[in-house]
Antibody
């Protein structure tokens, strides 16, 4: 059974950075891409970005340009999402999910397995 | 960006009812659309991809249809475990966008 296990909830101050991890098991890491999706309290879902487990290519949502970085560690089958210059409106649950290894658009292998979510709270 | 408009934003229905949720794209997206179910405090679960293909393990009372700009998710006979929020997602072009969600509540 495929598992995506995310790091624990975190509280950060405005202006700080956060790095959330997502460790994958029971699937061939380099055959997948991974998307991040966030959900502010009481709100809908927002796609944050994608990274390929095959070649480390990335695509980010325009809202996050310049302050987000996604990376992988193939030795531990782990995906990381770092968000910098945190603001109060970055407070949300962040989910990782499996995706297509070539692109988050086209094809059909999008968001079929999900992590449990990590609550990032930005507060002074 | 392609915008996704879901309707209604919420609905009340009874067990056994037929429920239909609509999703409209601001421009044509072929069949590059998925439907997701989310229960409170849980991660979303994919129900449908390619507009009409049922995800493995999802009950057959769920179905999807549509192509281009207009799509629907239908639950043929609502069950107690189906009370949740449903989202559509377009993955035709950047940036991926979800619809605003439809909360299905018990009447």
């Amino acid at each position: 059974q495929v598992h995506l296990v995310q790091s624990g909830d975190v509280v950060q101050k405005p202006g700080a950075s956060v790095k959330v991890s997502c460790t994958v098991s029971n699937l061939p890491f380099s055959d997948y891409g991974f998307s991040w999706v966030r959900q502010a309290p009481g709100q809908g879902l927002e796609w944050v970005g994608w990274i390929s487990g095959y070649n480390d290519n990335t695509q980010y949502a325009q809202n996050f340009y310049g302050r987000i970085t996604m990376t992988t560690d193939t030795s531990t089958s782990t995906v990381y999402m770092e968000l910098r210059s945190l603001r109060s409106d970055d407070t949300a649950v962040y989910f990782c999910a499996t995706d297509n290894k070539w692109s988050p658009v086209g094809g059909d292998e999008h968001l079929d397995y999900w992590g449990q979510g990590t609550l990032v709270t930005v507060s002074s | 960006d392609i915008q996704m408009t879901q309707s209604p934003s919420s609905l009340s229905a009874s067990v056994g009812d037929r429920v239909t949720i609509a999703c409209r794209a601001s421009q044509a997206i072929r069949d590059d659309l998925g439907w997701f179910q989310q229960k409170p405090g849980k991660a979303p679960r994919r129900l449908i991809y390619a507009a009409s293909t049922l995800q493995s393990g999802v009950p057959s009372r769920f179905s999807g249809s549509g192509y281009g700009t207009d799509f629907t998710l239908t639950i043929s006979s609502l069950q107690p475990e189906d009370f949740a929020t449903y989202y559509c997602l377009q993955y035709n072009s950047f940036s991926l966008n979800f619809g605003g969600g439809t909360k299905v509540e018990i009447k």
